[in-house]
């Protein structure tokens, strides 16, 4: 069974009659299209789908994408949350898939030569999945985005980083089975041994080889609780110092979690020193920070797992002990410790305050980016000392992952000209004009910075990518990748049905064109 949204109505008129090209579909679907899919998270961009499905099972997933490859110039987008950025997963005049009506479709609980996993839906939440995981099973998955009300399937289609990277992997490295509708809307079950080029293909493929119906996903025992650390630098060296050394610890020596990020050195509410501490008790006292201290200041965010039963005194023994190693500036340490389900939940608590402020659904100009550790002291000297000093309105983060946690033979593509890689983003939440910036002019200066990296020759990678042009698709895979991407699309989408969102392929209408890729 497939069911639809009821049709998007456009002020009093509504649109709820598919054009003639589909009009032999309407016996197996029910068309109407709705706002849901008009737009994103990003805000920027608008598209009018043909019609949303709501497919309750893969088959149903399978069914829409098989009749859109007999239809001319018919796409299918997946959509999960709509979490994306710049219409990843709008379908102008296609079709979009709410994935979220897949949400219960799969959970089941396994144990795999005494290593336990869940077999998930894609369309299931990451927020649904830890809570299930947890309260029923006392497990947890190893790896997860900073934000949970993403689904599986979307961020498996990119990466999945947070501050467990440097130690697990991005969430596609901790993935063993998928199953997955192909663009010929063919289903497989793929692993790394079986269909092991569209398990590799799918993972960071960005929705282009096929749509993530099921992922099998590496549990480990969930802790009870976290040591939740902020500690300040006022000198960026100090700072990826103590940083690239914690990520490098090995398993059981370190931190669980380590991410950072940058503020204006001022008192600015939104951008300053007031969004440091982690409670309204806890105060920043700026008088400790050093004379020379720059524009900006540097963040260390750190925590510790443990369970109910650890004594207090050998937590705090091994926390005294990490931090004595680090640089930070003395006296300026902010620790709680809180349930960990509560600090994995912790951007729910920013979700709710800007919705409150009436900024969620605002623009969402954001960039994230991957920057090799050679260029990242460069990186810190021309952008955030110089172009984002006075702050972006939301989050500036900035720190270290390990290359040799990734797979190669993964989709997505980061700097490999070092172990160590940095993540920036540049999470800005901010009002709409006209109490805001005009969104065009954030957008200017993310091309700017972009711009600065490529004149600079930085090594670095756009992550959640989306470029205007095969050129810059081509430079940000690299030729060997951008071959071995257009192979698999050829093998699992030869029509280029899927995700047209990413303006990466055009649909195309031939079997046997290979140059179905667009500029």
């Known amino acids: 069974m497939i069911a639809c949204f009821e049709p998007f109505v456009h002020g009093n008129d509504t649109e709820s009659t ?64 709509g979490h994306s950025i710049n219409g990843q997963s709008m379908a102008e005049k296609g079709l979009v898939l709410d994935m979220r009506a897949l949400a219960e479709e799969h959970f089941q609980l396994l144990c795999i030569e005494g290593v336990p996993y869940v077999d998930v839906s894609g369309g299931a939440l990451w927020e649904e999945v830890l809570k299930r995981c947890v309260s029923q099973f006392q497990l947890a998955p190893r790896s997860w985005t900073d934000y949970l009300g993403l689904t599986v399937g ?28 192909t663009g010929k809307g063919e289903t497989f079950v793929c692993s790394e041994n079986q269909n092991s080029e569209l398990f590799f293909a799918t993972l960071g493929g960005l929705g282009q080889f096929g749509i993530i119906t099921r992922a099998r996903i590496v549990l480990q025992k969930s802790p ?30 370190g931190f669980d979690y380590v991410e950072g ?17 982690m409670g309204s008790n806890q105060m920043f006292d700026p ?19 443990y369970r109910k ?21 003395e006296g300026i340490k902010f620790e709680d410790d809180v349930k960990y389900m509560d600090f994995l939940l912790r951007v729910k608590r920013v979700e709710e305050d800007a919705k409150a402020k009436g900024i969620w659904d605002a623009p969402h100009p954001w960039l994230n980016m991957f920057v090799s550790k050679s260029n990242i002291a460069d990186f810190d000297h021309e952008v955030f000392k110089k ?22 033979r993964h989709s997505v593509v980061v700097p490999t000209d070092s172990n160590i890689f940095y993540i920036i983003a540049l999470l800005r939440f901010i009002p709409p004009p006209p109490k805001g910036p005009p969104t065009d002019k954030l957008v200017a200066q993310n091309n700017a910075i972009i711009q600065l990296c490529y004149n600079k020759g930085f090594n670095f990678k756009l992550y959640l990518p989306h470029y205007h042009s095969q050129e810059n698709w081509i430079r940000h895979f690299g030729e060997d990748k951008w071959t071995r991407f257009l192979h698999r699309k050829q093998n699992f989408d030869p029509l280029a049905i899927l995700a047209p969102g990413q303006k990466l392929f055009s649909r195309n209408n031939s079997h046997n064109n290979n140059n179905n890729n667009n500029n």
């Open 309 to 329: 039963t650890a004594r207090s005194s050998d937590v705090d023994m091994k926390v005294d002990r990490l931090l004595g190693r680090l640089r930070f500036v």
């Open 261 to 277: 990020f940058v503020v204006a050195n001022n008192d600015d509410p939104c951008n300053g020193w007031p969004t440091i501490p």
């Open 387 to 408: 172009i984002l000093k006075h702050g972006i309105g939301g989050p500036i983060l900035v720190y270290p992952l390990l290359r040799s946690k990734w797979d190669d």
């Open 287 to 305: 008088v400790r920070l050093p004379s020379e201290a720059g524009p900006v200041i540097y963040c260390l965010e750190l925590a510790l797992h």
């Open 18 to 81: 598919p054009n003639d090209d589909v009009s032999s579909l309407q016996t197996s679907f029910h068309f109407g299209p709705n706002a849901i899919a008009t737009k994103d998270f990003g805000g920027m961009k608008s598209s009018n789908p043909l019609a949303v499905i709501r497919p309750i099972s893969t088959a149903d997933v399978a069914r829409a994408v098989k009749a859109a490859t007999t239809i001319k110039n018919l796409t299918v987008a997946p959509r999960g949350n």
């Open 224 to 253: 009870d609780m976290v040591r939740w650390i902020r500690v300040v630098y006022s000198e960026f060296e100090d700072y990826t110092r103590d940083a690239e050394w914690l990520v490098t610890l090995p398993e059981g020596d």
């Open 154 to 181: 979307g961020t498996l289609s990119n990466a999945g980083v947070s501050g467990q990277t440097f130690r697990y992997g991005p969430q596609t490295a901790n993935v063993t089975e998928l199953e997955v509708v």
